[in-house]
């Protein structure tokens, strides 16, 4: 086994254990945190750039201030209806499988974590390393990452190459 398949191994077993210790519930729910955080801010943040403007010079900072205050406000408000959610779960009794449920759940974020991270290598040489080509899990993770690259912009997904 190359020791980048043992990276890759590594990787899928410590989100899977995190998810363990943490729960289904509060790793899905923070994932549907993340995800409407990342969509609030991006469908709103040209709305609150507007009344920065009396107190921030710069357009760019104003949008970038705009985007960060959003994603706060909506991760912390996320955050919170979480922990209620969470003390919701441990009052039932449901924590045993709650828990078994997000080993899985988070096994599969780990596979999800390390296709994204093949994607982001199709934009260097990486794929064509002597290591990279020895190790047996990689092209796995590489057709991962080719079906996740056809999702972009033909102008964005030109520029991943891989040896897959």
């Known amino acids: 086994m190359a020791w980048l398949d ?19 519930v509060r790793e899905a729910f923070s994932l549907a945190i993340w995800v409407l955080a990342f969509w609030v801010s991006w469908s709103f943040f040209r709305d609150l750039e507007v009344p920065l403007r009396d107190w921030i010079g710069s357009p760019t900072a104003r949008l970038g201030i705009a985007f960060a205050l959003l994603m706060i406000v909506t991760l912390t408000v996320g955050g919170l209806i979480n922990f209620l959610i969470i003390q919701l779960v441990e009052r039932t009794g449901m924590s045993g499988t709650d828990r078994l449920v997000g080993m899985v759940f988070g096994a599969a974020r780990g596979v999800l974590l390390v296709a994204v991270l093949v994607l982001l290598a199709g934009l260097t040489p990486l794929p064509g390393e002597g290591w990279w080509l020895e190790s047996t899990m990689v092209g796995y993770f590489e057709e991962m990452a080719l079906w996740l690259r056809d999702l972009l912009p033909p102008e964005m997904a030109d520029r991943f190459r891989y040896t897959a």
């Open 6 to 24: 043992i990276v890759i191994v590594a990787v899928i077993l410590v989100s899977a254990l995190i998810s363990l210790a943490r729960g289904f």
